[in-house]
């Protein structure tokens, strides 16, 4: 974007330095410009390279917009310049850069260090209906166990919060709390 005519806002946005920044401001008014416009900047004058820096969005459109950003905005400097081999060179980075949505940045850096977290290196994440499945299942496990246990205050709780031979409610409750902890709405 050469030939923008920036407002006050948006050069206070895209030049400000050493501190966290939060931009809110209305559809179509150009908060990605900034953010373009602020990472090609770093790029230039501060010589960082375009795959040291981290961008994430939420949504994978966001992620392929903001590339497409990017790239244009390092075609447009190359345009201006044929000869500007710093522009070149984070033409050839920016397959490797770190554009992408926050999920899949974490999952990249779990992937990464499957070895520090002991978990398999062929691990996946799992869909929502399989998570439900685990859930079950790891309830009903721990349920048995404590049956087989003959655990008091288990026996007591199970006395309190259930049915005559049905102990679906206090699984339900418990997995409603489980939620309720990981501050997922809970559902009715
Ligand atoms: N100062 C400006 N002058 C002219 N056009 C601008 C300016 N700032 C942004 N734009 C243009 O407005 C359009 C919307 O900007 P965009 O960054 O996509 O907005 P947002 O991300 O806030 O929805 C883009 O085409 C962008 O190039
Ligand atoms: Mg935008």
């Known amino acids: 974007m050469a030939d923008v005519k920036w407002t006050d806002e948006q050069l206070l946005a895209i030049n400000e330095k050493g501190k966290n920044i939060l931009v809110a401001a209305a559809a179509g008014s150009g908060k990605t410009a900034v953010l373009v416009e602020r990472i090609i900047n770093k790029v230039i004058n501060e010589g960082v390279d375009i795959d040291k820096i981290l961008v994430v969005t939420f949504t994978n459109a966001a992620a392929s917009e903001m590339r497409e950003r990017i790239l244009d905005a390092i075609y447009s400097k190359i345009e201006e310049n044929p ?71 288990f026996l007591e709780l199970v006395d309190i919060y259930t049915g005559y031979r049905d102990d679906e409610p206090l699984k339900e409750l418990i997995l409603k709390i489980y939620r309720y902890i990981r501050k997922c709405t809970i559902s009715r």
Request: glycine fraction near 0%; charge should be negative.
């Open 83 to 153: 000869d500007d081999t710093n522009m070149q060179k984070q033409l050839s980075l920016i397959n490797k850069a770190s554009i992408c949505t926050i999920h899949s940045f974490c999952l990249d850096v779990i992937r990464n260090n499957f070895y520090e977290l002991d978990i398999s290196a062929n691990f996946r994440v799992a869909d929502t209906s399989e998570i439900e499945m685990i859930k079950q299942e790891v309830i009903e496990d721990i349920f048995e166990e404590k049956y087989i246990d003959n655990n008091k205050d």
